[in-house]
Structure formats: C-alpha cells, structure tokens
C-alpha cells in the first residue's frame, strides 16, 4: 500500500496508508479505496472525512475540502464574537468553518449558506442541530430577517485567479467544484460582493473576516475599507494563513 501511494505521489504515505486501513471495513473496501486514491481523489473524499479544528468533518465527492491554514480564521472569528452572537458563514462548502465555530463557542446562533448543492447537503449533516444552512448566492440565501443583526460573517470564498486554476493540484482542479476554487480575473470578484454586502447585514460594531492570500491581502483590505469597513490584516505564518477583519463603525 505505502509503495502505490508513494508511486502516486502521495507524500504522506505511511500516514495515509494507516488511515485508510482504519476507514476500511474489510479487504474489499480497502483495495477500492486505494486505488481511488492512487487514481488521484483527494484522502478526504475517499475517507469521507477531514479532520478540521480537531472535529471530524464530513466531506462528500465533489465537495471542497477544508484546508487547514483556515483553522486560522476560525480562530479569529471566535476572538471577534461574543455571547449568543449571530455569525454567518458564506460560501460555507462543508460547513467546516460553521460547525468548528458552533463546538468552539456553543453559543452562537449559526447560519450558513452555498450556491453549491452538494456542498449545501454535506454542510447540513456537519452543522446538524448547530445551526440552518441554505442554498444560494451569498447573503440572498439567508433569511431577511437577519438584515441588520449579524455580528459576525466569515467568507471562505474562492480567491484564485481564473487563470490559476489550471496550476493547482489535480486533487483540487479536477475533483473539488470549479464554483469553489474560481475567483474571477484576479481572484477578487467575490470578495468584492461579500464585502459589499455586509455593511447591510452587519449590526453596528459587527466584523466581516475574509481568508485570503498574502499576495491579495492588501488588495482584500481596501475592498472591504470601500465597502466602509475598518479593515486590518493579520497573518498565521505557520498555517500560511492571511485574514482580512473588517469593523462596522458604531
């Protein structure tokens, strides 16, 4: 087994092997979930899980798989909310940002949303009695009536450029949805919207969090300053994680 994963590829071989062996419920399903693997589908679908913020999160075929450098806006999201808070979590994918702030905090009042079914269905078993997750686009997928009230939304939103798509992992280009990973021409198109909406849905004093690169970042802060946000950058260097806050006055 270690040598068909390293022979795919697979630097954690050993590692990978012991999973999958783990997952496996006898020697049938063992030998087809290797060679999923070894034809190039992500561990995590193959598994059916990721392992994020030390929770076991449900990743179905052709869902996004959380990556662990966002483990790092999760932690400043929850640094940003207080007691009982509502927190959105757009372009949720799995729901692995939802149900890790949801366990971290157990107060919040939790809602979710994708445009992508398959990921809105796997959100739904992660986030379960957590929260409501609803399909959509952005902010038009939640209820109106939390227009003006959220204090918290965090967006894990696609910021690739179109262009350098073509340049990830096979793992990701060819099994992870395009809608997830595709950013627009400089990888900004839906940050701009995520930011541009959230003045309307933040209550006074609310915080919109964005992952993004560290090559974008600087870009990232001034869409949400135009927005009229207080933007303010910070940096995870050991999960190479970059976040962009952004404060509505009041």
Known sequence: MVASLRAAGCVFAEAEAQLLIASAAGPVELAEMLRRRVDGLPL??????????????????????????????????????????????????????????????RQVRLYAADVDPAAVRCARRNIAEAGAVFEGDLYQALPGRLRGGVEVVVANAPYVPTDEVALMPSEARLHEPQVAL?????????????????????????????????????????????????????????????????????
Do not use: M, N, Y
């Not at 135009?226 to 952004?246: N, S």
């Open 44 to 105: 995590e679908h193959v598994l059916g899980w990721a392992r994020f913020c030390g929770l076991r999160i449900a990743v179905d075929p052709g869902v996004f798989v959380p990556r662990r450098r966002t483990e790092f806006l999760v932690e400043q999201a929850a640094a940003v909310a207080r007691p009982h808070a509502v927190v959105v979590d757009l372009c949720c994918g799995s729901g692995a940002v939802g149900a890790a702030l949801a366990a971290k905090l």
């Open 182 to 250: 595709d950013g627009g021409g400089d990888g900004l198109d839906i940050q701009r919207r995520v930011a541009a909406g959230a003045p309307d849905w933040l209550s006074p004093g609310g915080h919109l969090l964005i992952e993004t690169s560290r090559r974008q970042a600087p870009h990232t802060a001034k869409i949400v300053a135009r927005a009229g946000l207080v933007p303010r950058t910070v940096r995870c260097d050991d999960l190479d994680a970059t976040i962009v806050v952004g404060a509505l006055p009041g």
